[in-house]
């Protein structure tokens, strides 16, 4: 099985992504987890100027089959939340590093993007993950 | 016939396991004069003399098929039709627990969508659960869902001083633990000199950012009605808090008044007895719960929707089950996911049956005997009717004598359960009565419920006579 990946993005090994956008960091879910998930009904996020940390959860995506933590690949104060999520779940399925990002940090420490994966890297825990048996 | 389902064979098998040569090796502990001790019972009864037997005990009992009940404070006498009793003892209602595949059910299913869809046209609300344990759990309910929508940044929680007093009490016991800041319950709120208003500007005082939410009963606690301008002002400011304005309301009341929905509720609660369920002897009841559409993800328990199936007919599902309920507990609004079935089917009977006309008149019904009682009672001296405000089916009468004193001679010489003794949750109105009138009381009975106060200034209960005499014999 294949997945996308956003070469601009680096990754957690819990399935987040973060990407710089100017003075701000974008966070989502991977196209990993998004299928793991499959179709995503609901999805609850911090406020803006919530502060989040590496590592601890930042909100909760729920689909059909399960109800998972989203947890921030990066620290900082939330800025800004993905509002169009509550009616559009499902962008989370159809373009999960696009349209479906979560939520927008301004990162305390950028330091921080240096301890997770780039893409490549993430591919191939990716690849190691399924052939493990996956999730 | 042998109820025993394991044989001999079967018993020496675990006895060798367990290493015991006999069953009674396994009784060893017990000295043995206690093993088979001699009863003294009497001979064995037929059938019909069991019933003879159980019949005399139900007699003794007091019921209010035999009684007049001038007794609310949460728990209402109000008249079900029998066609309640009829449908809800039906089996395919009466025998059923908790589908586990709920869709199976499409006839449970279909009653609670129509319960809810009730709920909401009585409220004013968007979405109606399929109701919690009883009015006190409801509103517990709802501080819960406030203190989620808070997102843990607002921990303050303003309950109303005339919030049902055991409403509160179940507020604390849920909220235990979760280091809340509990105000309100004692602001002044009461006396002849409060205006109407008052006692709710004397809540809006104590918001602030940390406020999760404001509970407010209407009518109130002592029957007292908060006009809807009154609420919409309080509604407004709690709103101007970025707090959530809940509102615990009497549902037959909601047959006559304005519902909370339309003076600023984020969520309605209230006690669904009144409607289609006996008072018994406290339960069980139902709660019911109603909020904005906005909202339900932040709710406990579980909504019913329609939908339609593949080929496009109609078909009932569970909408909304929070699935952290199930899996994610410690991410729950609440664990408790239950609802009261059956009692909510005997609402949802009892509203469809009485419709919007019957459930207005039931409601005028009380409104006018109320004020027909207060006015009487009022003019009879050594009493004085305290509830200057507008009031629904309850209002407070300050009595001459206490009240248990007064509530024991009406019960032993009139067949009268009195109203509630106020004193106990109101230490400052010792000697205090919230009397309650119902379409189920008469003229007749409130005449004599009249003459019976009058009388009772100047009796002594039974209990204090038979004493008195005792000398004389």
């Given at each position: 099985m294949s997945y996308k990946y956003d070469s601009k993005a680096r990754y957690a090994k819990s399935h987040e992504w973060v990407r710089l956008e100017g003075n701000a960091a974008a966070v989502g879910v991977s196209d990993y987890a998004q299928h793991l998930l499959s179709d995503v009904v609901y999805v609850d996020l911090p406020e803006v100027g919530d502060s989040v940390a590496a590592g601890e959860s930042l909100g909760t995506v729920e689909s059909v089959k399960a109800a998972e933590d989203a947890y921030s690949p990066i620290s900082g104060e939330v800025i800004e939340i993905n509002t169009a999520l509550e009616d559009h779940p499902e962008w989370i399925n159809e373009d999960p590093y696009g349209k479906a990002w979560l939520i927008k940090v301004a990162p305390s420490d950028t330091g921080e993007l240096a301890g997770l994966m780039d893409a490549v890297a993430y591919e191939a825990y990716v690849n190691e993950e399924e052939e493990k048996g996956g999730h | 016939m042998n109820y025993i389902p394991n044989t001999d064979a079967d018993r020496a098998e675990m006895l060798k396991v367990v290493g015991a040569g006999s069953v009674a090796e396994l009784f060893r502990d017990v000295p043995?004069?206690?093993?088979?001790?001699?009863?003294?019972?009497?001979?064995?009864?037929?059938?019909?003399?069991?019933?003879?037997?159980?019949?005399?005990?139900?007699?003794?009992?007091?019921?209010?098929?035999?009684?007049?009940?001038?007794?609310?404070?949460?728990?209402?006498?109000?008249?079900?039709?029998?066609?309640?009793?009829?449908?809800?003892?039906?089996?395919?209602?009466?025998?059923?627990?908790?589908?586990?595949?709920?869709?199976?059910?499409?006839?449970?299913?279909?009653?609670?969508?129509?319960?809810?869809?009730?709920?909401?046209?009585?409220?004013?609300?968007?979405?109606?659960?399929?109701?919690?344990?009883?009015?006190?759990?409801?509103?517990?309910?709802?501080?819960?869902?406030?203190?989620?929508?808070?997102?843990?940044?607002?921990?303050?929680?303003?309950?109303?001083?005339?919030?049902?007093?055991?409403?509160?009490?179940?507020?604390?016991?849920?909220?235990?633990?979760?280091?809340?800041?509990?105000?309100?319950?004692?602001?002044?709120?009461?006396?002849?000199?409060?205006?109407?208003?008052?006692a709710l500007e004397a809540l809006a005082a104590l918001l602030d950012k940390q406020t999760a939410c404001v509970i407010v009963q209407n009518p109130d606690f002592l029957g007292r009605l908060y006009t809807p301008a009154e609420m919409q002002a309080l509604a407004d400011q709690v709103h101007a808090a970025g707090a959530q304005f809940v509102v615990s309301a009497d549902p037959i009341s909601l047959g006559l008044f304005v519902p909370p929905g339309q003076y600023g509720a984020d969520v309605v609660t209230g006690e669904g007895q009144p409607m289609g369920n006996a008072i018994s002897f406290g339960?069980?009841?139902?709660?019911?719960?109603?909020?904005?559409?906005?909202?339900?993800?932040?709710?406990?328990?579980?909504?019913?929707?329609?939908?339609?199936?593949?080929?496009?007919?109609?078909?009932?599902?569970?909408?909304?089950?929070?699935?952290?309920?199930?899996?994610?507990?410690?991410?729950?609004?609440?664990?408790?996911?239950?609802?009261?079935?059956?009692?909510?089917?005997?609402?949802?009977?009892?509203?469809?049956?009485?419709?919007?006309?019957?459930?207005?008149?039931?409601?005028?019904?009380?409104?006018?005997?109320?004020?027909?009682?207060?006015?009487?009672?009022?003019?009879?001296?050594?009493?004085?009717?305290?509830?200057?405000?507008?009031?629904?089916?309850?209002?407070?009468?300050?009595?001459?004598?206490?009240?248990?004193?007064?509530?024991?001679?009406?019960?032993?010489?009139?067949?009268?359960?009195?109203?509630?003794?106020?004193?106990?949750?109101?230490?400052?109105?010792?000697?205090?009565?919230?009397?309650?009138?119902?379409?189920?009381?008469?003229?007749?009975?409130?005449?004599?419920?009249?003459?019976?106060?009058?009388?009772?200034?100047?009796?002594?209960?039974?209990?204090?006579?038979?004493?008195?005499?005792?000398p004389h014999e």
């Open positions: - | 043995e004069r206690y093993r088979f001790p001699t009863l003294a019972l009497p001979p064995a009864l037929s059938e019909m003399e069991v019933i003879e037997e159980l019949n005399a005990l139900a007699n003794e009992n007091d019921d209010l098929h035999h009684l007049a009940c001038f007794l609310g404070a949460g728990a209402y006498n109000h008249f079900v039709p029998s066609v309640v009793d009829f449908l809800l003892h039906r089996s395919e209602f009466f025998t059923a627990y908790t589908p586990y595949q709920p869709e199976i059910s499409q006839g449970t299913l279909q009653a609670h969508y129509e319960y809810q869809s009730m709920i909401c046209a009585l409220t004013g609300m968007e979405v109606s659960n399929v109701s919690h344990y009883d009015g006190a759990t409801a509103a517990a309910e709802a501080v819960i869902m406030a203190l989620q929508m808070g997102r843990g940044k607002r921990n303050k929680v303003i309950l109303s001083p005339t919030l049902h007093p055991q409403y509160r009490a179940v507020v604390h016991t849920y909220t235990q633990g979760m280091a809340l800041e509990i105000v309100g319950e004692d602001v002044a709120w009461v006396g002849p000199s409060a205006g109407s208003g008052s339960g069980p009841y139902l709660g019911f719960f109603a909020m904005k559409k906005d909202d339900v993800r932040r709710s406990a328990g579980r909504i019913v929707g329609q939908t339609v199936d593949a080929d496009g007919q109609r078909g009932f599902v569970l909408t909304l089950s929070t699935r952290e309920q199930h899996i994610r507990r410690e991410k729950a609004s609440s664990n408790i996911c239950s609802n009261q079935a059956l009692n909510a089917l005997a609402a949802a009977i009892y509203m469809a049956a009485m419709g919007k006309y019957g459930l207005r008149t039931v409601a005028e019904l009380s409104y006018h005997k109320a004020h027909y009682a207060a006015g009487l009672i009022g003019q009879i001296p050594g009493y004085e009717v305290v509830s200057r405000w507008p009031f629904f089916k309850e209002f407070v009468v300050r009595c001459p004598r206490p009240v248990a004193t007064i509530n024991e001679i009406l019960l032993d010489r009139y067949g009268m359960v009195g109203g509630y003794d106020l004193g106990g949750d109101y230490p400052g109105l010792k000697d205090h009565m919230l009397l309650c009138v119902t379409e189920m009381n008469s003229k007749a009975q409130i005449d004599l419920l009249v003459e019976a106060l009058q009388e009772v200034t100047t009796m002594n209960p039974d209990r204090l006579e038979d004493e008195a005499e005792a």
